[in-house]
């Protein structure tokens, strides 16, 4: 009998492996852009245990082991603010990370009134676009970050959800 995946309210206990997790799977994104020093690689325990107080962090388990995890605000202008989407290697392409997104999405929606959400990602992580598009964001903006990076911004607004429904 296989076990399921729940999806929860990260505890302080889930620190470490979220921090591990989050070492795993963004190993993938420092090699595409050639740079291993981006802050999912180089975030301290320490900073990950302050997100965890201060903003919204989901995880995705199956069983005891932390499989998936997605942080996520809302800022001061109502823009649900989500990152850090990540799901370990063998439990992606199983639709894990929509639903991390869609809890995270209805999480902060029911702590304030939410006009739009907002996240991004690298310009070469054409998964990670194919996935947020699918899921209605549409990209808004391209920042230059250097010559091998680009982050490009998408979002979600509430009124065209209302809209399509």
Not at 46 to 65: F, P
Request: proline share 2%; glycine share 8%.
């Amino acid at each position: 009998m296989g076990m399921s995946v729940t999806t929860t309210v990260a505890t302080e206990h889930d620190a470490e492996r979220i921090l591990k997790l989050q070492y795993l799977c963004y190993q993938g994104e420092a090699e595409l852009y050639g740079d291993w020093n981006i802050e999912p690689l180089t975030q301290s325990l320490d900073s990950l245990r302050t997100e965890l107080k201060e903003r919204h962090v989901l995880v995705a388990r199956l069983g005891e082991e932390v499989v998936g995890s997605v942080r996520g605000w809302v800022d001061a202008d109502g823009v649900g603010r989500i990152g850090r989407l990540c799901v370990h290697p063998r439990m992606q392409r199983h639709g894990l990370g929509s639903r991390l997104l869609r809890a995270m999405e209805t999480r902060l929606a029911n702590e304030a009134h939410v006009v739009a959400y907002r996240l991004f990602t690298g310009h070469r992580s054409v998964g990670n676009l194919r996935l947020y598009q699918r899921l209605g964001y549409r990209p808004t903006e391209v920042e230059e970050v250097n010559s091998k990076l680009s982050f490009i911004s998408l979002e979600k607004r509430v009124d065209d959800l209302a809209v399509s429904a």
